[in-house]
């Protein structure tokens, strides 16, 4: 009975000696860096060399923290711009931890640590932003805009002046005024861009209204213009058509006058062959022409238009 419970406690011994020696044992990876921990408090500095190593077990905790830049993105946040512009403003960074037992005691973890970038980037952002008219967030330069014809009739009120900061450089200041504050919870900022900049609801609504009449307006001038140009081609083309039924004309009078002229000649030629003859077929088409079945003439006896009829009746 002794030797089965002396078996028991060397084997529960034993399982706790290796837990033991498993919890005493933890691994640094090139991208970490550890802070021990006991009984919740720091013990000693950050541990950043790669490799094994030993803690206390039980006793003492090992708390990883990356090494790597990592991303902070932020919410879009409703600011108004020196013009009195309210837009949306959409900002991103890189952050690293660079002081991790600062970091552990200031902010714990990742979570704690976007938590505080949001009161800082987004606060220095929303300073940095009221300072400066719209136009300066928008550009970076002062480049000549690239415009179209239907764009140069735009309403480009808002772009007159030149660009004195612009928006890299704004985006420098809240990386410059941001970085000053994150170091006392053991962060250090890279890189703090503006990833979107958009109008608000209701200004945007203005917007899209002014877009749409300004765009309105150019149909309407080059429906106009369409206008005038239809009128002045079918101007044009009533004055050739007039030109050239003008030219016809006068091309098929002359052509019928040289018909007729040649007819009459023929006439005349055919005529003084033989007059008396010529004058016979000429009153017999007179005939035909003008005397029909049931056609009534009173004429004298004498009139020269029954000539003929008379001769034969003689």
Known sequence: MKSSTLKILIAIIIVVFLLALLDAVYV???????????????????????????????????????????????????????????????????????DPLVFYQRVKDERGAHSRLDDVVDGETRNVIASYDLIEIVRSTNREFALSEESALLDYSEVIGKIQVGRARIAEMILERASKITPEFGV??????????????????????????????????????????????????????KIITSEAYRRAQEIKGKAEAEATRIYAEAYNLDPEFYQFLKTLETYRQTLAQRTWLILTTNSEFLKYLKSTSR
Not at 39 to 54: D, K, N, Q, R, Y
Not at 82 to 90: F, G, Q
Not at 191 to 200: A, G, L, Q, S
């Open 28 to 98: 640094v990876s090139e991208t970490n860096q550890v802070i021990i921990t006991q009984f919740g408090e720091p013990i000693g500095g950050a541990v950043t060399s790669p490799g094994l190593h030993f803690k206390v077990p039980f006793i003492q905790k090992a708390n990883y923290f990356e090494k790597r830049w990592l991303e902070w993105d932020g919410d879009a946040n409703q600011i108004p711009t020196k013009d009195k512009k309210y837009i949306w403003v959409d900002t991103y960074c890189r952050w690293r931890i660079s």
């Open 188 to 241: 250090e900022l890279k890189d703090v861009r503006i990833k979107r900049v958009n109008y608000v609801d209701e200004v945007q609504k203005k917007v899209f209204d002014r877009m749409i009449a300004e765009r309105k307006r150019i149909a309407s001038r080059y429906r106009s213009e369409g206008d005038g140009r239809s009128a002045e081609i079918r101007g044009q083309k009533e004055r050739e058509l």
